[in-house]
């Protein structure tokens, strides 16, 4: 019965219902504004706390994200210096690889962890945080880059 009220009558706060409200002299909610969907380069700016900027990073390092930003077990993408890389958090320890799968160019920062290896959103390559190497195709391994804590920073070298 629930469908078929929706289908006759529309959603709550669907158009037909503000109709039936203005009608009635109940006027309309006011709407809230649409947010601008994120674009992959603004995902950094989505993680909160921001990064800090009272942290000078260890020379060839960069700032990329505030250490309570990124929960355990989640990854991110960060575009940082012209470069893409996903950012992990795996029980505290951070881990940053190449963002693109050498499989498919997958986007790895959408993907998964399981423990120490992220899992490519596309096709499930595995590959290992540590050492970048592929537990799917032992001849191939994505970029690491070297990453320091420093106060609530997360660093990485490019």
């Known amino acids: 019965m629930g469908l078929l009220r929706t289908i006759i009558l529309g959603r709550d706060n669907g158009i037909r219902a503000r109709l039936r409200r203005r009608l009635r002299g109940e006027g309309a909610a006011p709407e809230p504004a649409p947010a601008p969907a994120p674009s992959v380069g603004e995902r ?9 900027r009272d942290v000078t990073p260890p020379e060839g390092f960069e700032v990329v994200l505030h250490k309570d930003a ?7 993408d ?12 795996v029980d505290g320890a951070f881990y940053a690889v190449d963002n693109t799968c050498p499989h498919a160019g997958g986007p790895l920062g959408e993907g998964t962890l399981d423990g ?37 920073a997360v660093c990485v070298r490019l």
Request: hydrophobic share 45%; aromatic share 4%.
């Open 70 to 76: 990124l929960k355990p077990g989640r990854v991110t």
């Open 78 to 89: 960060i575009i940082i210096g012209g470069t893409a890389i996903a950012v992990a958090n």
């Open 44 to 52: 950094a700016l989505r993680l909160s706390p921001e990064p800090p």
């Open 116 to 152: 120490a290896v992220l899992v490519c959103p596309m096709h499930g390559w595995r590959f290992d945080l540590a050492t970048g190497a592929c537990e799917t195709d032992a001849d191939t391994r994505v970029r690491t880059f070297e990453t320091r804590v420093v106060g609530d």
